[in-house]
């Protein structure tokens, strides 16, 4: 399966930056929650953190959306219930951002989560987006 690269224009010049890097970084944040905020595809279904053949199943959990300069993010999540969603998302959308800006040196247009579903015993569906969009004034 071939990797999906996107190239990114900023003022040092043209990055190529892969699913995979982005997807660690979504990881990453997601994993701070410490069992809360669990990953899932579009449809609702929990992608795994093993790899398989060289693919790792949380690029599922990740769509990038590239315009002429910066990516716009979007996150699948399911969260537990009791867990405060708007805590969640937004401490989660911080942590994507400041991700990008530390290990890819730039910042998303805009980062999107989308809440698929809440988990008790089942899995209860929902479809919530938090969507926060970055104004060029707050680039860097």
């Given at each position: 399966m071939s990797?999906?690269?996107y190239?990114?224009?900023?003022e040092?010049g ?5 699913k995979?890097a982005?997807?660690?970084?979504v990881k ?6 410490e069992g809360?905020v669990?990953?899932?595809?579009p ?8 790899s398989?053949f060289?693919?790792?199943?949380e690029q ?6 590239c315009?002429e300069?910066?990516?716009r ?6 969260v537990?219930?009791?867990?405060s969603?708007a805590?969640v998302?937004n401490?989660?959308i ?7 800006l530390d ?5 998303p ?9 809440t988990i008790?015993k089942?899995?209860?569906?929902r479809n919530?987006?938090?969507?926060k969009?970055y104004d060029?004034?707050?680039r860097?």
């Amino acid at each position: 399966m071939s990797e999906e690269n996107y190239s990114i224009k900023t003022e040092q010049g043209e990055i190529l930056v892969t699913k995979a890097a982005m997807s660690a970084i979504v990881k990453e944040s997601a994993d701070a929650f410490e069992g809360k905020v669990f990953l899932t595809n579009p449809r609702g279904k929990f992608v795994s953190s093993g790899s398989r053949f060289g693919y790792s199943n949380e690029q599922a959990s990740v769509e990038v959306e590239c315009n002429e300069t910066y990516p716009r993010v979007t996150v699948y999540i399911a969260v537990k219930f009791g867990t405060s969603i708007a805590a969640v998302t937004n401490e989660m959308i911080e942590m994507i951002h400041d991700g990008f800006l530390d290990s890819l040196g730039f910042r998303p247009e805009s980062v999107s989560i989308m809440v698929t579903g809440t988990i008790s015993k089942n899995i209860a569906k929902r479809n919530i987006e938090v969507v926060k969009t970055y104004d060029d004034q707050e680039r860097v």
